[in-house]
């Protein structure tokens, strides 16, 4: 029989609404489960056992009274460090915010909060959430619990590492350039990017962010299973004020015609062998579905990447050289050096191109998705990197940055995305695949992501070896 820890999120609800079992000692168990594995990876980086058991016994007290309590009814959840939860810190990983307690909870941890989820812990980011790879000055390092030697993913490192170890069914990552897709793809995860306006989304203990962030950065959840992915999201795309760019949009549309653009190399990316093998699995699991499936080119993606980063980069440069400084966190400083480097300090004029560009580009991928609603393509052109690979050299800096266009692109085009992971090599390295829709069709995203993973292995949490 499975401990409660290991439980998919859907089946926790279920034995929770029947009162099978109580939230009390739900929460009892993964007590449990992060002291034995969390030392080990460092995913969660602070949790306070006895607020656990009384926001336990809390939802016990609402069940017992006869309260439909939600649909993650007692679901242990994880939320990033970055995000505004009542009484935490908002830290992203930076000592600089390590007082910084949130007064009101961010309103995607409020949905949570309001569809019944158990909150475990706070997980670890890279300073500034501004790396694919999770260490930092103030909480250290994660570590990813398949094989310490490969990066956990980042900047939601923390939150795939302890997905991926049982802390937790469904994990809370923010995605402006892969931060979701990413650690899910290298902790053997599946992971939402969700279309910008789905997921509301604000903190109050900072300003709101520039133009660039809010086009792009958004909140989405991380699970073991299509299933839980979804039950996530829908939990977390409620409609809350606080945020101007929530959209009321139906989160099921009229279904779309079952046809995929496989592209193995987009842009003329040199996509690895591992990569393109996973590719051909994943579209043969979706033949076997009834996908037809053509092998094509598909859309630019290295013109909407370059844009990206010229507004990521913009927002960031708004007082980043003083932040930098008093952080003193060398990880940080170099990988803002190199971005730098990619990157030149735009004019207003090139501001403005880049969002008249955004417009034309945004035109040329609805009408490809007009034809190809779904686009089957890589996560990276390779495995999940070596561990800190990007800081140990310019060289090696480039080489993930270059890897890194199909985490890049999507997001300046307010595009969802789901990494799906298709098997774990005998080496302990997950490999996987990226689904792109349309905007607001995750339905069509989750629909061929669950025909993906339905062939391939049923997914249990990892002990850290």
Avoid at 82 to 103: E, H, M, P, S, Y
Avoid at 190 to 219: I, K, Y
Avoid at 356 to 375: C, D, G, H, S
Wanted: charged content about 20%; hydrophobic content about 40%; glycine content about 8%.
């Amino acid at each position: 029989m499975s401990e409660l820890w290991e439980l998919e999120a859907w089946e926790i609800a279920e034995r929770v609404a029947r009162k099978d079992v109580s939230v009390e000692h739900i929460a009892e168990t993964v007590l449990e489960r992060i002291g034995a594995v969390n030392h080990k990876i460092n995913a969660v980086v602070e949790y306070r056992p006895e607020d656990i058991l009384e926001q336990a016994r809390a939802l016990d007290a609402r069940l017992r009274n006869g309260e439909n309590i939600g649909p993650l009814a007692g679901v242990p959840v994880t939320t990033k460090v970055n995000v505004d939860q009542t009484g935490f810190a908002t830290t992203n990983g930076v000592r600089l915010q390590k007082d910084l307690i949130a007064g009101e909870d961010n309103p995607v941890v409020a949905n949570l909060r309001k569809a019944g989820a158990l909150f475990v812990g706070r997980t670890n980011t890279p300073a500034f959430s501004l790396r694919w790879f999770t260490r930092n000055m103030l909480h250290g390092e994660t570590l990813n619990p398949h094989n310490s030697d490969i990066t956990p993913g980042g900047s939601s490192g923390g939150a795939a590492a302890a997905t991926a170890a049982g802390i937790g069914a469904i994990g809370h990552g923010t995605d402006i350039a892969g931060s979701v897709r990413y650690p899910a793809y290298a902790c053997g995860l599946h992971g939402l990017r969700p279309t910008l306006g789905r997921v509301p989304a604000a903190n109050f203990t900072a300003p709101d962010r520039h133009l660039g962030g809010q086009m792009m950065a958004v909140s989405g959840p991380l699970a073991r299973s299509i299933a839980d992915v979804q039950l996530g999201f829908e939990a977390m795309a409620q409609g809350d004020h606080r945020d101007p760019w929530w959209s009321p949009v139906p989160l099921h549309l009229p279904p779309q015609p079952k046809h995929v653009a496989l592209v193995l190399e987009p842009s003329k990316m040199r996509t690895t062998a591992p990569v393109k093998d996973a590719l051909r699995d994943a579209a043969k699991r979706l033949e076997d579905a009834g996908w037809q499936v053509d092998e094509v080119n598909g859309p630019d993606m290295r013109e909407p990447a370059r844009l990206q980063a010229i507004l990521w980069l913009a927002e960031f440069r708004r007082g980043a050289d003083q932040l930098l400084a008093k952080e003193a966190d060398p990880d940080a400083e170099f990988v803002y050096e190199q971005m730098q480097r990619h990157c030149p300090a735009p004019s207003m004029n090139d501001l403005l191109d880049a969002l008249q560009n955004r417009v034309t580009l945004m035109r040329e991928w609805q009408a490809f998705f007009e034809k190809y609603p779904l686009i089957l393509c890589p996560n990276s052109a390779e495995p999940p990197f070596p561990n800190q690979l990007d800081v140990s050299s310019p060289d090696a800096f480039d080489r993930v940055f270059n890897a890194q266009l199909p985490q890049i692109a999507p997001p300046f085009l307010a595009l969802p995305g789901l990494a799906v992971t298709t098997g774990i090599g005998a080496d302990g390295v997950p490999i996987g695949v990226q689904l792109l829709a349309a905007r607001y069709r995750e339905d069509t995203l989750l629909a061929a992501g669950a025909d993906i993973a339905v062939h391939g292995a049923h997914l249990l949490p990892v002990d850290p070896a």
